[in-house]
């Protein structure tokens, strides 16, 4: 049953036959009379809802599959109880298949076309075939029965709550908090945002640059919600960018700075905002050290400065500095004009390839050596294996093996392993191979 007042199901609580439910999802709303509405209902299963003029207005879960019955559908009154009727005008009805969202109801509160998807029962009572169904399916025409609503065959106006007017006033500075947001006052209307209480006073100020949720109420409680974003004017800022010696400093605006770093102050300028002065300073650069460098060899590596008279940190007594640990190095130098400048070089020793072979292990699961693999510094890329004593090929791959052939557990005793090793030494892809015997104990 659709009434103006209730919206009532019967479903079944199992499959489409035996026990039934019954569900009714009172409508408490404020219709004015001599006034049109729009009114639909829907039922997916789990939820059933009733909207007015396109919006929600009320719902409640219900479950199972509708009751079927053969009574004929009636508009306007109750099949069954003739002496109910509907006491008003009806312009449109509409039957649909399938569930309508809540979207798809405002965009067709109108008149349809008749070939809408889902669309099986639609009477518009526009014309002499009042009493027939637009789409087509003929098994959904009707007859007019004794009594029961008027019909009408005008385009009646509908009252669509809609978002009124919308004028948003960005903060005069950047993170202030003078933007506002006011809307067109509209009767009977409150608003919210961003989770604040509904007003009827359609401005709020007193803003930050951010994004809120604008909700806007109607008295028969419909909502309508707006996305909006205050953002800031562009900073008024100033980057001034510096180079000093080591040792020295600089004077800027006011103050004495003699460490590399970023520095801001705050001036207030013409129009009352604030203005940021930024002051970006280095030290002044001097390669003479050279290029980071990689070392393919166990050998020492001699650093030899492209400059004479350099001072290196921690002192050395030559100009030049033999290393042959890998590090950071550092030196300073004084140029002509007794500016003291600072450069490093970084010197990497790349290792030989250190592999680690098991002569053993023991796969009984017990989470202690049970599989066989080699254990390589950087993870390089290898492939095992595998044979008995005769030479059989038991196991071929680059990952550990578990100790068995074909699914199953070898027995235990000596094995013969051959590992390829893979790495990449100073650009050049280099092959390792390793042979040995491997025991299995259990």
């Known amino acids: 049953l659709f009434r103006a007042y209730s919206f009532e199901i019967t479903t079944y609580r199992s499959g489409n036959s035996g026990t039934t439910s019954y569900y009714n999802l009172p409508i408490n709303f404020n219709y004015e009379l001599n006034k049109w509405y729009h009114c639909a209902a829907t039922y997916d299963g789990s939820m059933m809802r009733y909207y007015v003029n396109g919006c929600l207005i009320a719902e409640t879960p219900a479950r199972g599959n509708l009751r079927q019955n053969d009574h004929h559908t009636a508009i306007g009154n109750r099949h069954v109880r003739t002496d109910e009727q509907f006491w008003g ?8 298949q399938r569930v309508r969202s809540e979207e798809e109801i405002q965009a067709n509160m109108f008149e349809l076309k008749g070939n809408e998807a889902g669309l099986i029962g639609y009477y518009n009572f526009n014309d002499s075939r009042r009493k027939e169904n ?11 029965g004794a009594g029961g609503a008027p019909l009408s065959y005008d385009d009646n106006p509908i009252d669509i709550f809609e978002s009124p007017e919308i004028s948003i006033t960005d903060p005069t500075c950047f993170g202030g908090d003078d933007g506002s947001v006011s809307l067109l006052s509209e009767p009977n209307t409150t608003y919210s945002l961003s989770g604040n209480d509904f007003t009827t006073n359609p401005v709020f100020e007193n803003l930050f640059a951010r994004e809120y949720l604008l909700r806007i109420r109607s008295t028969d409680l419909c909502i309508i919600e707006d996305s909006i974003e205050l953002t800031n004017p562009p900073i008024i800022q100033s980057i001034f960018k510096e180079e000093i010696c080591i040792g020295s400093s600089i004077d800027f605006m006011g103050q004495t700075f003699d460490t590399p770093g970023w520095y801001e102050e705050k001036l207030t300028a013409a129009n009352g905002c604030d203005s940021l002065v930024v002051l970006n300073l280095k030290f002044k650069t001097l390669e003479f050290l050279g290029k980071d460098t990689f070392i393919c060899s166990s050998e ?4 030899q400065p492209s400059k004479n008279q350099v001072e290196w940190l921690p002192p050395q007594s030559t100009n030049s500095l033999t290393v042959s640990e890998s590090g950071t190095y550092v030196a300073e130098y004084e140029d002509e004009e007794g500016c003291l400048l600072r450069d490093s070089i970084t010197i990497e020793f790349v290792e030989p390839l250190e592999v680690y072979i098991p002569s053993a292990f023991s796969p009984n699961n017990d989470g202690i050596n049970d599989e066989f693999q080699p254990y390589l510094p950087k993870g390089e890329t290898y492939w095992i294996k595998i044979m008995d004593r005769w030479g059989n090929f038991l196991y071929h791959s680059n ?11 070898v027995p235990i005793g000596v094995y013969i392993y051959s590992i390829e090793i893979e790495k990449d030494y100073c650009g050049d892809i280099q092959t390792v191979q390793e042979n040995g015997d491997l025991t299995i104990i259990r």
């Open 89 to 96: 005008w009806m312009d449109e009805i509409r039957i649909w």
């Open 134 to 144: 637009i789409t087509g399916r003929t098994e959904f025409d009707g007859r007019k």
């Open 300 to 303: 020492p590596f001699q650093i």
């Open 399 to 409: 990952a550990p093996w578990d100790g068995s052939f074909r699914g199953k557990p």
